[in-house]
């Protein structure tokens, strides 16, 4: 990594000034990964509500995240932040950090959140980091924002048939009032979901688009 990348280092200074060891990198992939979503839901009931349905993270019950799981994400957070010595997966669990801190604020901190996928696209340069890059950016400067970075990804052919490209355009699509493309998005991103309960939501989500008055 740069030291001197200007996209990185808010991050690294963000996450703070303690040294890392390669095995805390790799316990954080690993409760990253758990649950699937910021914290790991217990049992996965964040995800699904009562009757199965899917529910994004942002609409999730913090009440329903596991405790004893974010806890231990947090202080393996602590241990792995440094100077100089951020890895991929040291971001990913900041970036659910800011997430779980709804919990106590009753938001995310979206700023902070950008910020680490400014870093994180930095270090991949993934297209995927991209997309969530360009969710943020909509919450803190705006959903014309977000959808510019969106817009300047429409050429990449690895999103082409990526469902979350396509159902997060649709959403800020939405959002600005722009129902007709946003409804082209919303078919796309059914057309390539498999997972029956998501592709219930999407469906209505796009049922809910209504023209502006």
């Known amino acids: 990594m740069d030291d001197g990348n200007p996209r990185v280092l808010p991050a690294v200074l963000w996450l703070g000034q303690r040294r890392r060891s390669d095995e805390d990198e790799t ?3 690993m409760v990253r990964g758990g649950g699937g979503n910021a914290g790991g839901a217990r049992d996965g009931c964040a995800r699904r509500g009562v009757g199965g349905e899917y529910v994004p993270l942002t609409e999730q019950d913090p009440a329903l995240w596991d405790g004893p799981m974010i806890d231990e994400a947090e202080a393996l957070l602590l241990r792995a932040s ?3 010595a951020i890895g991929r997966y040291q971001l990913e669990a900041a970036v659910q950090s800011a997430h779980v801190v709804r919990r106590r604020t009753g938001r995310p901190d979206w700023a902070a959140i950008e910020r680490l996928y400014d870093a ?3 270090l991949t340069g993934s297209p995927v980091v991209a997309i969530n890059r ?7 400067r705006g959903n014309a924002a977000g959808l510019a970075v969106l817009d300047a990804l429409a050429d990449d052919a690895r999103l082409a048939e ?3 490209f396509w159902a997060a355009r649709a959403g800020l699509l939405a ?3 722009a129902v007709d493309e946003a409804k082209r998005a919303y078919d796309l991103a059914i ?5 029956p309960a998501v592709r219930r939501f999407l469906q209505e989500r796009r049922a809910a688009l209504r023209a502006p008055a």
């Not at 360009?134 to 803190?140: F, L, N, S």
């Not at 057309?191 to 997972?195: H, T, V």
């Open 27 to 29: 316990r954080l992939a």
């Open 82 to 84: 440094a100077l100089g």
């Open 120 to 122: 994180l696209s930095a």
């Open 134 to 140: 360009a969710i943020a950016i909509a919450e803190t």
């Open 162 to 164: 990526y469902q979350p």
């Open 175 to 177: 959002r600005t009032g």
């Open 191 to 195: 057309g390539l979901e498999s997972d």
